[in-house]
C-alpha cells in the first residue's frame, strides 16, 4: 500500500501562488508516476498535472499551462505543485496519486490517492 498526504493548500487572492506538496509512504517512490487532479464544488473530478518517475516528463491540462509547475524529489517521496497567477476558476480540492504511467489522465489510471487538500482562490 502507497499513502499520499498533500499539504499546502489555503486561500489566496486571484493572481497569487501556492506550493502544493504530497509525500508518499513507499520505498519505491521513484517507481511511480505521480500526478494532480483537482475537483471543483458539483463539478466532476479533472486532471491538472503528471510527472514521469525521475521527472523529465510532464503533462497539463491546458487551463493551466504556463502557470502550473509539476515537479518531484524523489529523495523525499515527494511530488509538487507550484500554482502561479492563481484564479477564481482554480478553486476546488486538490489531490495527488500515484500510478504506472504519466500519460494517464483519467482517474482510474492511477491506483493510489491521497485525502486531498483544499485551494480557495478569491477574486
Known amino acids: 500500500q502507497v499513502q499520499l498526504v498533500e499539504s499546502g493548500g489555503g486561500l489566496v487572492q486571484a493572481g497569487g501562488s501556492l506550493r502544493l506538496s504530497c509525500t508518499a509512504s513507499?520505498?519505491?517512490?521513484?517507481?511511480?508516476?505521480m500526478a494532480w487532479f483537482r475537483q471543483a464544488p458539483g463539478k466532476e473530478r479533472e486532471f491538472v498535472a503528471s510527472?514521469?518517475?525521475?521527472?523529465?516528463?510532464?503533462e497539463y491540462v491546458d487551463s493551466v499551462k504556463g502557470r502550473f509547475a509539476v515537479s518531484r524529489d524523489n529523495s523525499k517521496n515527494t511530488v509538487y505543485l507550484q500554482m502561479n497567477s492563481l484564479k477564481p476558476e482554480d478553486t476546488a480540492v486538490y489531490y495527488c496519486?500515484?500510478?504506472?504511467?504519466?500519460?494517464?489522465?483519467?482517474?482510474?489510471?492511477?491506483?493510489?490517492w491521497g485525502q486531498g487538500t483544499q485551494v480557495t482562490v478569491s477574486s
Open positions: 510527472i514521469n518517475w525521475s521527472g523529465g516528463s510532464t
Open positions: 496519486a500515484a500510478g504506472p504511467f504519466y500519460r494517464g489522465r483519467r482517474g482510474d489510471d492511477y491506483d493510489y
Open positions: 513507499t520505498r519505491t517512490f521513484a517507481n511511480f508516476a
